[in-house]
């Protein structure tokens, strides 16, 4: 019995060894359990597998173990916290379509909106903006807020908004209107909360490289027609109808002289002259300009339903352009290339203007019509080629450098 009693008191104190360590390990491990709790709740909330590794302190302040920190992540990775941003921004770019800018800023609706509606926005995205830094860290970390690209954005915006959530400090600032303009950013930043808005903004940059065969293409298509174009309506477009009537002969025309409504008008000037003619129509019209000059004793105006249509001066063509009336007084001279001098082939830069305008197939038949009038009406051969091979064979071969980027994007 007294052999016995020591290896009975060492059993014992070895199972007392044994349920205590089981104790600990078991205290250890709903530690464990209540700090993943903390940190990792319902998955039915957020999707936890999907959580970076954030850094251990973010701000240098906030542990992951701590409360504030674990609850700025619950809301962060929640299903419906990037549908409420985005739901706000709609809502803000409802509100900013409300202000009209031809207003004083405290008039109407314009004062409801930068005292009430513009604060309140603005204070609500630096809210996300803090809980969105308290949650990842902000810069330092891989996985921390200015790491990622599209929070750059949105971290600009904020900071650009801080004027509407302090108005004493925007106040103080000269030119404060100007600033107040940066908030019709704000709608970019439903481009870091939808998805599908972030492929297709990275399928455009990826296509830039691809963009670059198509561009020589297009460069040497456009260089070839515009060649062409310069060659056949070089200045041409410049050509008006212009009505001329001598002075100083008072045979079959005593007392017609210019006027905008009909050139024939009587107006009973006393003496027929070029002096009496200019001296009313500088009056009536101002000091002689492209419409109405005259030289070597003709009076040369050009009427208002003149001015946009061009005239041709070659008549040997089967088919030729529009011709001036020269029985009745008309004669194609130079004026100015039409739509306020945009439309013309006078040098290449303008040539690729009125071509791309063609290809976009948006107006081409009036610049047709133009040329036509200019020269003959064989030119709609070079205008068929033109919004063919331009418009369908170039602009299908740039989208499908798009399809195939939005295609390696996915």
């Keep these: 019995m007294q052999n016995e009693a020591p290896s009975t008191q060492k059993a014992k104190s070895l199972r007392g060894r044994t349920v205590s360590s089981d104790a600990e390990a078991l205290a250890k491990s709903i530690d464990v359990e209540e700090e993943k709790s903390r940190i990792e709740p319902d998955e039915t909330l957020i999707d936890s597998e999907n959580i970076p590794d954030y850094c251990e302190r973010s701000l240098g302040v906030f542990r992951k173990d701590n409360f504030i920190r674990?609850?700025?992540?619950?809301?962060?990775?929640?299903?419906?916290?990037?549908?409420?941003?985005?739901?706000?921004?709609?809502?803000?770019c409802a509100v900013l379509a409300q202000v009209d800018p031809l207003k004083d800023d405290e008039d109407g609706m314009n004062r409801v909106v930068d005292q009430f509606f513009e604060p309140a926005f603005s204070g609500i995205f630096m809210c996300e903006f803090i809980l969105k830094i308290i949650a990842m860290g902000f810069v330092l970390d891989p996985n921390s807020y200015l790491q990622d690209n599209w929070n750059i954005l949105d971290f600009l915006v904020c900071m650009l908004s801080l004027p509407s959530v302090f108005p004493f400090f925007g106040s103080s600032l000269s030119g404060f209107s100007a600033v107040r303009t940066i908030r019709v950013l704000r709608p970019l930043r439903s481009l870091t909360s939808i998805p599908g808005m972030r492929t297709l903004i990275c399928t455009v940059f990826q296509a830039i490289p691809m963009f670059t065969n198509v561009l020589i293409i297009t460069s040497f298509f456009f260089l070839l027609i515009g060649l062409l174009g310069l060659d056949l309506f070089m200045?041409?477009?410049?050509?008006?109808?212009?009505?001329?009537?001598?002075?100083?002969?008072?045979?079959?025309?005593?007392?017609?002289?210019?006027?905008?409504?009909?050139?024939?008008?009587?107006?009973?000037?006393?003496?027929?002259?070029?002096?009496?003619?200019?001296?009313?129509?500088?009056?009536?019209?101002?000091?002689?300009?492209?419409?109405?000059?005259?030289?070597?004793?003709?009076?040369?105006?050009?009427?208002?339903?003149?001015?946009?249509?061009?005239?041709?001066?070659?008549?040997?063509?089967?088919?030729?352009?529009?011709?001036?009336?020269?029985?009745?007084?008309?004669?194609?001279?130079?004026?100015?290339?039409?739509?306020?001098?945009?439309?013309?082939?006078?040098?290449?830069?303008?040539?690729?203007?009125?071509?791309?305008q063609c290809c976009t197939l948006e107006g081409w038949t009036v610049v047709m019509n133009y040329c036509q009038d200019a020269t003959n009406g064989y030119t709609f051969i070079y205008f068929l080629a033109l919004c063919f091979l331009g418009g369908f064979f170039i602009l299908n071969l740039a989208l499908a450098v798009v399809t195939e980027a939005y295609s390696t994007e996915n």
């Design 70 to 92: 674990s609850r700025c992540i619950l809301v962060l990775h929640s299903w419906w916290f990037d549908n409420a941003v985005v739901v706000l921004i709609l809502f803000n």
């Design 235 to 356: 200045g041409k477009l410049r050509r008006r109808c212009f009505f001329l009537l001598p002075l100083g002969d008072s045979d079959g025309v005593a007392g017609r002289v210019f006027t905008y409504e009909n050139i024939t008008t009587q107006i009973g000037l006393p003496d027929y002259s070029a002096e009496s003619i200019e001296t009313y129509l500088e009056a009536e019209f101002g000091s002689p300009s492209d419409l109405w000059y005259i030289e070597g004793g003709i009076l040369y105006v050009l009427l208002p339903e003149e001015e946009e249509k061009i005239c041709a001066t070659s008549k040997t063509s089967d088919w030729p352009g529009r011709l001036c009336d020269e029985e009745s007084g008309f004669e194609c001279l130079e004026y100015k290339n039409p739509d306020y001098g945009v439309t013309n082939f006078d040098n290449i830069l303008y040539a690729f203007l009125a071509i791309f």
